[in-house]
């Protein structure tokens, strides 16, 4: 099995009455390959390792930054909040969010070779 290095956001810690400790924490998005990952070693004793970046091989790294949101979530958020402003509620949302991510999309086609 594959060893699993990734950012972690650690949310909680938990002081036990035997001092060991319990936490949870956040990873950034995952592809289905890093949550099978997970999914493997859930319920196991597993070693926590924190190493050098110069460190062993074989280790599946997972490079996404952690954040609340994807990208595609936070833009549409940011256009929702732009067809509001622009007092447009009487034209559906839906319908504003096509039209600028057409206009988007030809302007990325436009650069293209």
């Keep these: 099995m594959k ?6 956001q ?21 592809t289905d390959e890093e949550l099978t990952a997970f999914r493997k070693i859930s319920k196991l004793l597993v070693n926590a390792l924190f190493e050098a970046e110069s ?12 954040s609340g949101k994807s990208s595609s979530s936070r833009l549409r958020a940011v256009l929702f909040v732009l067809w509001k ?5 009487e034209n559906d949302f839906e319908i504003f969010y096509k039209l600028k991510m057409e ?10 070779e």
Excluded: H, M, W, Y
């Design 3 to 8: 060893a699993i290095q990734t950012q972690l």
């Design 10 to 30: 650690i949310n909680r810690v938990t002081i036990k009455k035997d001092d060991s400790i319990s936490f949870s924490a956040t990873t950034p998005e995952l």
């Design 55 to 66: 460190g062993s091989s074989g280790v599946l790294k997972i490079k996404a930054p952690i």
């Design 85 to 89: 402003q622009r007092g447009e509620p």
């Design 103 to 112: 206009k988007f999309i030809d302007i990325v086609k436009g650069k293209l």
